[in-house]
Each structure stands twice: as structure tokens, then as C-alpha cells.
């Protein structure tokens, strides 16, 4: 059983600038959640996809936006980049449902300068 | 919003010793998860008790959920060095999709050998 991964690392961006981070789900989960934590805070919900369309979003603005793929992977693009969006990103994988336990990544710790 | 609230927000005790921590939340729920951060990574899944439960053993972890007093504690026995991480409270966000969670904010437990 393969686990969720993450890519890249990490990345430095500049303010304005448009970064894409992706998601392997671990095998057989068809539900990813994207989460942002800040510095020294619990994970925040971004959203969710379940078989390839947003099941979900939390407050954030529209330049987040994320796609599922077929084989469940996922991406997390962020546009015009703010300071403010330096963070640790993560991905989670689950069956879905909301009983369910969420699988984490290690994460992508993103800097913006 | 802020669902579950970790106390203390800090912890910090010598190896061989117990430790607790606290959850509070605000709404109705049907399950409750516990999860551990090592150094700003991925969140590892620890356990998940139901409301319908009380208690939940899992090794040294031992968790309680009190839904009368929207309250839920964590206890690790016999506490090592390795055990130093951040721990966090999940619930689940009805207000949003199904499987999202909601994050406290951590409680920060340093373990000295």
C-alpha cells in the first residue's frame, strides 16, 4: 500500500508569482482535501475533490484552485502569490464520508519572498 | 472557523512521565480525531473515538470524549523523547463537504530525556 506523497518539498516563489503543488493519494482513495497551516496554527481546509470535482472549499479566494485527475492525484495552484500565502500545504486522501480518517502527506512547505 | 481548541498550548515534561491534553469544541459531532505533527510535517493519524464511545485505547494513547461537555482528552503513558511533537484535535465540518476536518490550533508537547 503506497502512502499519500507530495511534491515538491519545498519551493520559493515571489509575490506575484503562480506555483502548482501536486498530490499522489494513497492507493485506492478517491476523496483528496487540501489543507494550508501557518506558522505555529492548526491546518486549514482549502477544498476537496471526490472523483475529479470539487466536493467542497473552505474560505479561501479563487486565485486556489485545484484539479483531481482520474487516477485521483491532485494538484493545488495558487495565482498572484501573497506573503501571506507562505505555509506548509497539505494533502490528505480518504475514502470520503465523514467518518472517515484522512490520510496526510509530508507536506509542502511554501515560501513566499 | 475554529472548532476544537487544544489546552494547554504548550507542554513540556520529562521522559517517563504522562501527558494530557485537552480538546474543546463547539458543535454537535459523531466522531472526534487526534493526530501528531512531528517538526512542521505531515499529520500522522492517532485515533478515533466515536460519540457513541468513551474511552479508546490505542498502545500508550488513551483518549476520552465527554459530548455533554463537548470535551475530549488525550493521555500518553509512559512518555518518550520520540513522543515530542504537536497533537491536534479534529472534528468534522457538517457546514461543509463530507470527510473535511476541522483543526485546533495544537498543543506543542516537548518530552525530555
Known amino acids: 500500500e503506497t502512502g499519500v506523497t507530495q511534491s515538491p518539498t519545498h519551493l520559493i516563489k515571489t509575490r506575484g508569482q503562480q506555483v502548482t503543488l501536486r498530490c499522489s493519494s494513497q492507493s485506492g482513495h478517491n476523496t483528496v482535501s487540501w489543507y494550508q497551516q501557518a506558522l505555529g496554527q492548526g491546518p486549514q481546509f482549502i477544498f476537496q475533490y471526490y472523483r475529479e470535482e470539487e466536493n467542497g472549499r473552505g474560505n479561501f479566494p479563487p486565485r486556489f484552485s485545484g484539479l483531481q485527475f482520474p487516477n485521483y492525484s491532485s494538484e493545488l495552484n495558487v495565482n498572484a502569490l501573497e506573503l501571506d500565502d507562505s505555509a506548509l500545504y497539505l494533502c490528505?486522501?480518504?475514502?470520503?464520508?465523514?467518518?472517515?480518517?484522512?490520510?496526510f502527506g509530508p507536506g509542502t512547505r511554501l515560501t513566499v519572498l | 472557523s475554529q472548532q476544537g481548541e487544544e489546552d494547554p498550548q504548550a507542554l513540556s515534561i520529562q521522559e517517563g512521565e504522562n501527558a494530557t491534553m485537552n480538546c474543546s469544541y463547539k458543535t454537535s459531532i459523531n466522531n472526534l480525531q487526534w493526530y501528531r505533527q512531528n517538526s512542521g510535517r505531515g499529520l500522522v493519524h492517532l485515533i478515533l473515538i466515536r460519540s457513541n464511545e468513551r474511552e479508546k485505547h490505542s498502545g500508550r494513547l488513551r483518549v476520552t470524549l465527554d459530548t455533554s461537555k463537548k470535551s475530549s482528552s488525550l493521555l500518553i503513558t509512559a512518555s518518550r523523547a520520540a513522543d515530542t511533537a504537536s497533537y491536534f484535535c479534529?472534528?468534522?465540518?457538517?457546514?461543509?463537504?463530507?470527510?473535511?476536518?476541522?483543526f485546533g490550533k495544537g498543543t506543542k508537547l516537548s518530552v525530555k530525556p
Open positions: 479534529a472534528t468534522p465540518n457538517y457546514g461543509g463537504s463530507q470527510g473535511n476536518l476541522i
Open positions: 490528505a486522501s480518504s475514502l470520503g464520508g465523514i467518518t472517515d480518517t484522512q490520510y
